[in-house]
């Protein structure tokens, strides 16, 4: 399957200040990207989509000017947390799907953001 | 309503004994079924799919899962469970809904293998 990194793996902040998490499509062009949110003994749940050269498209209660997301080129993209509260520390999961399988998402390593 | 069900919180088989873990889905039109498996602070790993065909999936580490049309199901098994399997388990239908392609997880699975 798709190779994909996350970046940093885990960071700890202080409460105010924005933290950027890359994620990078190792081994094949990544036409969409997703970002996902994972609560602690809960399952994933879908933030954003984003696609190459095109505004992301956010889920329903999600909010677009807090989670900023860039999807800069076909191996890259970035979910930045602006203005973190104790409140977003999560587990943050990116996945990719394409370079020719559409149908599959293969998930990043994750990132864990503590909020202090 | 497009959902996945996963019915049991967690599931525990002794090392050697087979094991399943339970999937049913909700989706309109003809399914595409995943499972994947989640070690401790890490993302998930893609076991296998079902897309169309054989309705007995081979996939990663010797687990094999069954779709079943009349029971919206598609439980994931393995003949002979190892200690390393112990994992949270999720499965996932890709599904179209407000005019994209999204997966639906399963609230998850977390598998105990027993030694």
């Known amino acids: 399957g798709a190779v994909v990194s996350q970046h940093p793996s885990r960071v700890i902040c202080k409460s105010g200040t924005s933290v950027k998490i890359e994620c990078r499509s190792l081994?094949?062009?990544?036409?969409?990207m997703f970002w996902y949110r994972q609560f602690p003994k809960q399952s994933l749940m879908l933030m954003a989509t984003?696609?190459?050269?095109?505004?992301?498209?956010?889920e329903q209660g999600v909010e677009k000017d807090k989670f900023l997301i860039n999807h800069a080129s076909l191996t890259l993209s970035t979910l930045t947390v602006t203005s973190a509260h104790p409140e977003d520390s999560s587990f943050y999961i990116c996945a990719t799907e394409g370079g020719g399988v559409t149908d599959t998402q293969y998930f990043g390593p994750g990132t864990r953001l503590t909020v202090l | 309503a497009q959902s996945v069900a996963q019915p049991e919180d967690q599931v525990n088989v002794a090392e050697g004994n087979p094991l399943t873990v339970k999937c049913t889905y909700s989706?309109?039109?003809?399914?595409?079924l995943f499972w994947y498996v989640q070690y401790p602070n890490r993302g998930l790993q893609f076991l296998l799919k079902y897309i169309t065909g054989d309705n007995l999936v081979k996939g990663s580490y010797g687990f094999e899962a069954e779709f079943n049309k009349s029971q919206t199901s598609f439980h994931l098994k393995k003949p002979s469970a190892l200690v390393s399997d112990s994992a949270l388990y999720f499965c996932a239908v890709r599904a179209f809904t407000s005019g994209t392609y999204k997966y639906i997880f399963g609230t998850g699975t977390r598998l105990k293998v027993l030694a």
């Open positions: 081994d094949f062009q990544a036409t969409t």
């Open positions: 984003s696609n190459e050269g095109s505004k992301a498209t956010y």
């Open positions: 989706v309109s039109g003809n399914p595409y």
